[in-house]
């Protein structure tokens, strides 16, 4: 006798609603977690990428001057790096700054940055050249000067000692027949703004200075004017192909290192800073006074004859070189003992 098992239609369809609600609970915890994943991914792209942070000590100057765009940019939430600026009175602070590790980029003296890459072992670079000649001689009344020959037996009142002014003072004098040390006397103070207040305030009859200071002193007191062009003697004896490149910008080589992309950014925002201040002179003087390099008057006055330009790659090389060659030969420690190599210009 053959004993058959029968099914039970109610547990079978039990069963079969037991599985099918399992394969929507894992189909459903599937498409949860992709769904999950492309909403994060989506989310990590719109995401901007974190601004470097680019620490600049510039001077009260004309390099200041070509910068205040793009610290009207950073106040606005506009420029592409993340930028910290320091404003000083002299390039010792500047240095300073880099060398303790609290500036990333700062602006000096081409002269010193030759220095500075010595004392480093070539812990720096150069990245643009920022002002070309702005150095003059001032006088006081009607003291009878004409040519730097004239200079002999007299005080001279400058700034700079160690650095591009004196440097490039005590070469045209040696050129035109005065020896610095022995035919003169020349008193260095420590910044532009305290020799700029001496001479306008009628303590000071002779004093050399460079824009826009020279403006500012002028237009403080109407007895003062100026009598050279250093710019023009500079060319006399050397020559229009070889300019007088007074500032440039260098870097930490250690910046450049970690962050080369913040600084191709930066050189970017420093052209377009100094084109608009070159070409832009009401809105760069009362952007040069809210910054508190000088009032806009004196700014908008200053800034055409301030000599400001953007000089990068071979350009920079080359004015640099030609310019460091001459005061080199004529005092190797203007250098920092002797001609830095090519590895000092960041050229990309």
Request: net charge negative; aromatic share 6%.
């Amino acid at each position: 006798m053959n004993t058959k098992t029968k099914s039970n239609p109610i547990k079978t369809m039990g069963i079969l609603m037991a599985i099918l609600m399992m394969t929507s609970l894992f189909a459903g915890c599937g498409t949860k977690g992709a769904n999950q994943t492309a909403a994060q991914t989506t989310a990590a792209a719109q995401t901007p990428a974190e601004k470097a942070t680019v620490r600049i000590a510039t001077l009260k100057g004309p390099t200041g001057m070509t910068m205040v765009q793009m610290m009207d940019n950073q106040e606005k939430g506009l420029a592409q790096n993340n930028y910290e600026f320091s404003i000083l009175g002299a390039p010792d602070e500047a240095v300073a700054k880099l060398t303790s590790g609290e500036a990333d980029i700062i602006c000096v003296p081409t002269n010193l940055a030759a220095t500075l890459y010595a004392k480093t072992q070539g812990k720096i670079k150069m990245t643009s050249i920022n002002t070309l000649g702005v150095m003059y001689v001032l006088q006081r009344g009607d003291i009878d000067i004409k040519s730097l020959a004239d200079l002999k037996g007299k005080t001279v009142y400058s700034t700079g000692q160690g650095s591009t002014p004196e440097f490039v003072l005590n070469y045209l004098l040696e050129q035109n027949g005065v020896d610095p040390q022995k035919d003169l006397t020349v008193e260095y103070k420590a910044e532009h703004t305290e020799l700029a207040t001496l001479m306008a305030s009628g303590k000071v009859d002779i004093a050399v200075l460079p824009q826009p200071f020279v403006t500012s002193v002028i237009a403080k007191n109407p007895d003062i004017h100026v009598v050279l062009d250093l710019t023009e003697e500079w060319d006399k004896v050397v020559g229009g192909d070889k300019p007088l490149a007074m500032t440039t910008t260098i870097v930490s080589a250690s910046f450049l290192e970690t962050h080369e992309a913040a600084l191709q950014t930066f050189m970017e925002e420093l052209k377009a800073s100094t084109e608009f201040t070159n070409q832009n002179l009401d809105e760069a003087a009362a952007l040069i006074e809210k910054f508190g390099i000088m009032p806009a008057a004196v700014a908008k006055a200053a800034i055409p004859e301030c000599n400001m330009v953007y000089l990068e790659g071979a350009e920079m090389k080359t004015a640099a070189s030609n310019y460091l060659d001459v005061i080199a030969k004529a005092n190797p420690k203007s250098v920092g003992g002797q001609m830095p190599d090519d590895k000092i210009y960041y050229i990309r």
